[in-house]
């Protein structure tokens, strides 16, 4: 039996294979193995550049960002009141706000008014107006006075539910009690569906979005609290496991309940997605030359631009973002890769109006990025303290309290850290200048100008080492490649995500020490 079975094999590989592959165009090839290419080992555009000595530049605000028309809408008067004449014949829509407001506020119940009308008109989810006006439904009455929870209330309801919870696993039955509990019949208890979604979507979610909604919403927690992993991709891995077991064990018990469920301050921020519109302004961030392959149609989800050349890099007066898929991943911590993923349906991602589904994270916003004063001054009551941790991780205490742990690389190998470093002053918006071939300088040096998309990114902070006031010639600095920075060598020092540097410099004072452990 076991022969027969064996021939009938031999047959179908060595007779009907080779027939069928010279009857089925294409089966023959299907049998080789495809190579992919290598990825390359330096960032793109920089492959010679990498060996040059470099310095970073200061530049001038005003060059930064590409000047754009922000078209305005013709208006008509009704009433004395000025109407955009798209909407005369009806009242103009309002645009519901980024995020909660900066402190409480009161909204009183008016016809036609719903929680989840209020919660999108203000920023906050209908959980959060839940809890903060205890209420057991959803049901309100015209003239009701609902509060619409600020910044400070949303954090104090997420550290209240994150110690409830911790003060309700340390009363947890123990031993006997637990065994009894054990043999008591438990109410079964009907589940919520998981709220994917912040606020009301355009579209169906795709089914990718789906399958990656869990480690998304755990990505997009960890990040809002500063534990962050690099571009989120909603998949597992180094830099993911990293910020994760920093986190529990920061904070133990924060992420999940006993029953593994997502905790109560997880929960609170909405979901894992949220919905971002490109506007006109945005336009002002996003390089104007056409990406678009030969046919004229505008690259969807699955085309990606080819990489610069130096020639390019060192012709633009403002390095901006290459596409708006580049734009809006770098706003919203995402993998480009994976807001192309859940993101099928977007044909036009460089044109206003454009509708991308995107991680449920506080944004990167580069028009605020430079707000005075970048640096914080020294509070000796709570005293910060800055460390470098295995070469990439840097983490950032206030007191005893973490409250940055984020990933951080080396720009060129070799490039290492010993003892303890000084924190100086912030070079916003740098640019870099070098002359080149150290054998064959040239006169009038080579100039990357500012932009989110310089190598150093949009930040540089410069360092010292010890009790030396000389500023060394590698800073702490932005990336143009943050899903690449731990791969690819590059120019300038120590590199972070765009995000995650503005951050960092707002957290750190000039003076503070940075220790290499």
Not at 49 to 61: E, F, I, L
Not at 104 to 124: C, F, R
Request: glycine residues 8%.
């Amino acid at each position: 039996m076991t022969l027969n079975r064996s021939l009938r094999k031999v047959t179908w590989k060595v007779c009907v294979l080779p027939l069928l592959a010279g009857l089925l165009p294409g089966m023959g090839e299907a049998q080789v193995e495809t190579v992919k290419p290598a990825i390359p080992t330096i960032e793109p555009g920089l492959e010679m550049a990498v060996k040059w000595p470099w310095q970073v530049q200061a530049s001038d605000a005003a060059t930064w960002g590409i000047p754009v028309d922000v078209p305005e809408e013709p208006v008509t008067i009704r009433a004395g009141i000025p109407v955009p004449q798209a909407d005369a014949k009806k009242a103009p829509a309002k645009v519901a706000p980024k995020g909660p407001p900066p402190q409480m506020i009161e909204h009183t119940v008016a016809k036609g008014d719903s929680l989840t009308k209020i919660a999108h008109a203000n920023g906050v989810t209908i959980d959060q107006l839940r809890i903060f006006n205890e209420m057991k439904n959803d049901r309100i009455v015209i003239g009701q006075i609902v509060k619409v929870p600020g910044e400070p209330d949303i954090a104090a309801m997420i550290a209240a539910a994150a110690e409830a919870e911790k003060e309700a696993a340390k009363n947890k039955p123990k031993g006997k009690e637990a065994a009894e509990a054990k043999k008591k019949p438990t109410p079964v208890k009907e589940e919520a569906p998981p709220v994917l979604i912040a606020t009301k979507p355009h579209r169906a979610l795709p089914p990718a979005a789906w399958g990656a909604s869990s480690l998304v919403l755990i990505q997009a927690y960890l990040d809002r609290q500063g534990f962050t992993i690099g571009p989120i991709d909603g998949t597992a891995g180094p830099m993911y496991d990293a910020a994760y077991k920093s986190f529990e064990k920061a904070y133990p018990g924060q992420l999940h309940t006993p029953e593994g469920q997502p905790s109560a301050a997880m929960r609170s921020i909405g979901g894992p997605y949220v919905e971002y519109t490109l506007t006109a302004a945005d336009m002002r961030w996003i390089s104007p030359h056409d990406s678009a392959p030969a046919g004229g149609k505008a690259k969807g989800a699955k085309a990606v631009e080819p990489p610069p050349t130096f020639e390019e890099l060192t012709k633009e007066p403002f390095m901006a973002y290459r596409s708006g898929w580049e734009f809006v991943a770098e706003k919203f911590h995402a993998a480009e890769s994976f807001l192309r993923h859940i993101n099928p349906g977007v044909k036009n991602p460089n044109t206003p109006g454009a509708i991308f589904l995107v991680p449920n994270v506080l944004p990167f916003e580069i028009e605020k990025a430079f707000e005075e004063p970048l640096q914080p001054a020294a509070d000796p009551a709570a005293p910060v303290s800055a460390s470098v941790v295995g070469f990439n991780r840097l983490i950032i205490h206030k007191g005893e309290k973490i409250v940055a742990n984020m990933p951080l690389s080396a720009a060129r190998p070799g490039l290492r850290g010993r003892k303890t470093w000084k924190i100086l002053d912030v070079i916003p918006r740098p640019a870099m200048a070098s002359t080149g071939d150290p054998a064959a300088p040239m006169t009038v040096p080579y100039r990357l100008h500012a932009g989110p998309n310089n190598p150093v990114g949009i930040l540089w902070i410069n360092l010292a080492k010890g009790g030396d006031p000389k500023v060394l010639p590698y800073g702490l600095h932005g990336t143009s490649i943050p899903g690449a920075m731990t791969k690819q060598e590059s120019i300038g020092g120590f590199r972070m995500t765009n995000w995650d540097i503005a951050r960092v410099v707002r957290l750190l004072p000039a003076g503070t020490d940075l220790k290499w452990e």
